[in-house]
């Protein structure tokens, strides 16, 4: 082993005289592991997210190298890059502080090595002791006195390496959430003309809010998808009171927030309820398993929703709510909204919306397009949906016949700019009534579609 590491290393001094070739300063980054094997899988990945931030942290010193001629390897001695600088204004030994600079702010500080060559391939070196990984002293007169077990170096390693990587997932998964919560809010508002609905064109059967009051409060939503993955990262995946009541705080503050953005309009409560189970779920899952299946994405929805109904309809005598008051006309099965929903985990999402949305195999992104698929989403949900927000500014008859128009409408091949769809435009601001709750479960199902695809 000892043979083919020094052999490596050789190879490397003849790789720096090459890349060198007597006209570049030469980078090169490797990692400081004590003992064997020098690289796997886990010192792999954070090689190769250190050499990421090393290339950003060159360019952002406007220090220009080449991906061509930059080198990536593995052999018995570790891990290994090597890029020659193009062009900069500074000096070999310039270059050498910037270098000691990354390392030091860097998480992994100890851990990397940067080494910086001159034109012939010459180390630039800052004359600086080098520091041990686990203790205060120096590097050498810890290895020298065998200060500690290379097992307790192994592990701390191991350890720290990690604690790096589950912190860059950390932050991957949550601009994830941010990102695509947020675009789930805007291309449900955007996607017109909708029955009822705000959207581009009109403000549908609304007269307090437009396309714009929903831009204000998706966008001061956004940071809070964030704050809800923090919450996910914290969960053990079985506690119960204490994480629904966290999540129902930032609930309300949220709810806040999108008052407080359209001067008092309620936009999206309905949405932030869904989505907020959701991106909590999905964040947890994709944390803990990397991937997102909808089973369990499902069980975790089901978990936090257990008995909602009773809980928040079933038990309250004044009806202060939409919501109660629908359920306290038309009872559970008509009338449990939402809440219902949630409580078995949103089987109109899961088992009709998602699977239409997911049967187109291209990811097109053409806007008229997208706006089309998800129009016909939106029917589909509609078809199924007993939205209480329907029954409460009308009755079951507009009810009914709003499903079996919707269905009618996403089974013909006329365009959804023409006959039976004007129709039920006309139809839906005629008896002024909003399907508020099924646009919820378009920006629930578009989503999951979204995040489903994600590998993190
Ligand atoms: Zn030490």
Redesign the pocket.
Known sequence: MLQEILEAREDRAVLRDSVADGRYITISLSLNIPGYPKSNKLIHSVFSEIVCSLLDYLLASRISFSNDLSINKEDAAGDFFITPILSTDLSGREVKNLMEQFEQEHQLSRLIDVDVFDENAMPISSGKEKK?I??T?SAIS?MREQ??SMDDIRDFIKNQFEDYINSLRKNRIKKKMVSYATRALLYEVSVSPKPGLVDRISSGSHTDMDFFSFLNSSSALAIYWSEIAELAYNWDGKEHEKTLKDLRCLGIEMEREMLDSTQGVNTQKGAIFILGFIVFASSYLLYKFEEIKENPLREIIAFFNKDLVDKELLSTSEKSSHGEEVFSTYGRKLGGGIRQEMEQALPIVFNIALPYLNSFKDSNSDGSLVNDRLLRTLLLIMSENDDTNILYRSNLNVLEAIKIKSLECFNSEEDLLFGKYINLLDFCKEHNVSPGGSADMLSATYFIYLIQKERI
Do not use: G, W
């Open positions: 041990c686990l203790c002293n810890c200060r500690h």
